[in-house]
């Protein structure tokens, strides 16, 4: 069963427009959440993360929006640009932050000019 | 600058054979991670270690071992490499108080 799903696999969004990027889990006991972007041939890297306490974060051009009621959170990237074009592996954690995270399977993220 | 590192990069085996995967960190960090990435099925862990002489299962650890002597290592190692196993795998690590994981480059293998 899986706890962390990202329904789109790929997103098509103009340069310049904004890109939302969506994640629903399924267990309660997550408490944080973590957005990572993947090139090709590359690991992922840390975008940004919330905590389960708190309902939005924002760093520069990304806002993570957490909604507890629904168990969704999505990632917002004003205004998008080339380089954005990536995977976006949503994940989450419970237990104090020393185990594994559990990851959605992505979404695609492609900007068009 | 700190990082991580994993060696190697791609690596071609044959059914049966013992394989290990190197990762190397160099963040002081104790938590180590070992991910596999899959189409279909982003990122799974495998297994990870909270610290020297500490190893825990994830959700596909059969297989698959490690074990670590020192706080910079973790090796995976697959004891006897089956086709099912082809996969990009990915070494990670944490501070001890941290959620963010710090992610290797990743190590492609191919099992025939």
């Known amino acids: 069963d899986q706890q962390v799903k990202q329904n789109s696999p790929s997103l098509s969004v103009q340069e310049g427009r904004i890109s939302i990027l969506n994640c629903d889990y399924t267990?309660?006991?997550?408490?944080?959440f973590l957005w990572y972007k993947k090139y090709p041939a590359e690991g992922p890297t840390f975008l940004i993360s919330i905590s389960s306490i708190k309902d939005k974060n924002e760093d520069g051009r990304f806002t993570v929006f957490l909604n507890k009621s629904a168990k969704h959170l999505s990632l917002h990237i004003v205004p998008s640009q080339p380089g954005d074009s990536a995977v976006y592996f949503c994940a989450a954690i419970s237990g104090g932050g020393a185990d594994g995270l559990t990851f959605g399977k992505g979404t695609h993220l492609i900007i068009q000019p | 600058d700190a990082e991580i590192t994993q060696s190697p990069r791609h690596k071609i085996t044959e059914t049966g054979r013992q394989v290990t995967l190197a990762c190397h960190q160099t963040?002081?960090?104790?938590?180590m991670f070992w991910y596999r990435q899959d189409l279909g099925h982003g990122l799974r862990l495998i297994h990870y270690?909270?610290?020297?002489?500490?190893?825990n299962k994830g959700e596909v650890s059969d297989g698959y071992s490690v074990s670590r002597s020192n706080t910079e290592d973790l090796p995976l190692t697959l004891e006897s490499a089956a086709s099912s196993q082809t996969s990009v795998y990915f070494c990670?690590?944490?501070?001890?108080?941290?959620?963010?994981?710090?992610f290797g480059p990743g190590t492609r293998l191919t099992v025939t």
């Open positions: 267990n309660s006991m997550f408490d944080y």
């Open positions: 270690s909270y610290g020297v002489q500490d190893t």
């Open positions: 963040w002081n960090h104790n938590n």
């Open positions: 990670a690590s944490s501070g001890r108080l941290d959620y963010e994981q710090y």
